[in-house]
């Protein structure tokens, strides 16, 4: 056999070791995919579960290491929501105040009413006083009548009384004000909202709403007084 003979020989030995060795590896890659789960993806004993939690592998099961939350797929772009009424605009007051008022949070347009009664609920009641430390009825009443509705008002209940024009109950409206006979004569007062419902800075409670209807105040009320802008 001559030399050429033999170096082709030697070639075609050589790349036949070399197909061998390459399918003997995919081999394996085949058969260590079908063993384990297809949904883990193996990398150095650490499995990376679809449901986006990292675990270690250990001999006699899987053990979990930490949790991370995959990071979720989502678009950037806010959807826009059609609605007739424009309700997702409403502030969070309107919703607090509607469900309090027991009233559509559509029928609650005056934000600065609101956010004047929010600033001062919860103040503690106090005869005299004007400030956050301690309000009475109708220091309460003048304040919001005009830092709301920019309507000046005497300072007293019974002065209050006196400079409005006294409606009855079914006519009341928002921004009407509610006197209160609770230790003889006009010695309460608080300035409606709607459905029945009132703020005033009550001697037990400090600022709150409450109803005409409750059985206190529906036995103590005496008239609405509504204030016109002069």
């Known amino acids: ?15 036949s070791i070399q197909i061998a060795n390459a399918q003997t590896s995919v081999n394996k890659i085949s058969t260590f995919s079908n063993d384990e789960t297809s949904s883990h993806n193996f990398i150095d ?3 990376f579960m679809p449901d986006g939690i990292l675990r270690t592998t250990e001999s006699g099961g899987t053990k979990s290491n930490k949790i991370e939350e995959a990071p979720a797929v989502t678009n950037t772009e806010t959807p826009e929501i059609e609605t007739s009424s424009g309700i997702e605009k409403l502030s ?13 949070v559509e029928s609650l347009k005056n934000i600065s009413l609101l956010g004047f009664i929010e600033n001062w609920f919860g103040t503690r ?21 005009l830092a709301v509705y920019g309507l000046a008002l005497p300072r007293t209940a019974k002065e209050q009384y006196d400079a409005t024009d006294h409606i009855e109950k079914e006519d009341l409206k928002e921004g009407d004000l509610v ?46 007084g509504r204030v016109e802008d002069k």
């Open 1 to 15: 056999m001559n030399k050429l003979t033999v170096m082709c020989c030697s070639v075609l030995l050589a790349f």
């Open 45 to 47: 004993r650490i499995s």
């Open 92 to 104: 969070g007051l309107q919703f607090k105040y509607a469900m309090m008022l027991n009233v559509d």
């Open 125 to 145: 009641y106090r005869l005299g006083g004007t400030t956050k430390k301690g309000i009475d009825c109708s220091a309460l009443t003048g304040g919001l009548l």
């Open 179 to 224: 006197f209160f006979n609770t230790h003889g004569g006009v010695s309460h007062v608080g300035l409606y909202l709607e459905n029945n419902y009132f703020v005033h800075a009550s001697s037990s409670q400090g600022v709150t709403v409450s109803n005409l209807n409750d059985a206190y105040y529906s036995k103590r009320f005496i008239c609405g």
